[in-house]
């Protein structure tokens, strides 16, 4: 079974604050991605990787960075946490540059006061 | 852009049949995907489309339409556990090479006695 696991199923953080959020995949996914989930938003992308060291822009990276140095590890980082970036954070991975299936972690519930 | 339309909520009655449905607009389309997700948990794959037709996998099936940006999720005898969110989601090709998935905002679907 594909495994993805995140640091952190629930984190309170203060504004101004950096935060690091990690999620590990065990299945060597070329693939992986962070998203956000909002009430009425849905999913938004905010940063993905498709190989170590490499990273893309989603649709709302503004605020946030990612760091890929193996395989396996996909860090996102919020330099300075502000409340508007309270939120689900999901992690997803997936195999091959034709990729079809997204196998997403349990989620962490960010909570920045 | 992106653009990904479903309805909002659906409720439905246990062992009825419903279809949930999903528009988009983007370009550089490269297959819709079909996710369920429970309250409070992540997001599971259920089907992916490319070509146009109807892919059935027990009891849910996934039609597409590329020529009219659409297509449907058909779930049959419904059973309580069926209640969860179904995000709509696409791929689209970006000019580097890599695909970039963009989810509609879900469909709530309450099962009812």
């Known amino acids: 079974d594909v495994k993805v696991t995140q640091s952190s199923r629930y984190l309170v953080k203060r504004t101004g604050e950096k935060v690091f959020l990690e999620c590990v995949q065990d299945m060597d996914h070329e693939n992986m991605f962070w998203y956000r989930q909002d009430p009425g938003l849905g999913l938004r992308l905010i940063y993905f990787s498709y190989d170590v060291k490499m990273k893309e822009k989603g649709d709302i990276p503004e605020g946030y960075s990612v760091s890929r140095e193996k395989k396996e590890r996909f860090s996102l980082i919020l330099e300075s946490a502000s409340t508007n970036q309270t939120s689900m954070y999901l992690c997803a991975s997936s195999s091959g540059s034709g990729w079809v299936e997204q196998y997403f972690g349990p989620g962490t519930r960010l909570t920045v006061t | 852009g992106q653009n990904i339309d479903q309805p909002t909520e659906m409720t439905a009655t246990e062992g009825a049949i419903v279809q949930i449905n999903c528009t988009y607009q983007t370009s550089g389309f490269n297959g819709l995907f079909w996710y369920q997700q429970h309250a409070g948990e992540a997001p599971t794959f259920l089907s992916y489309n490319v070509l146009d037709g109807l892919e059935e996998k027990g009891r849910f099936s996934s039609f597409l339409s590329r020529s009219k940006g659409y297509s449907y999720l058909l779930l049959k005898e419904l059973q309580m556990k069926d209640s969860a969110s179904y995000l709509c989601?696409?791929?689209?090709?970006?000019?580097?090479?890599?695909?970039?998935?963009?989810f509609g905002r879900g469909t709530s679907l309450i099962v009812h006695p």
């Open positions: 989601a696409v791929r689209v090709s970006e000019s580097g090479g890599s695909y970039i998935p963009t």
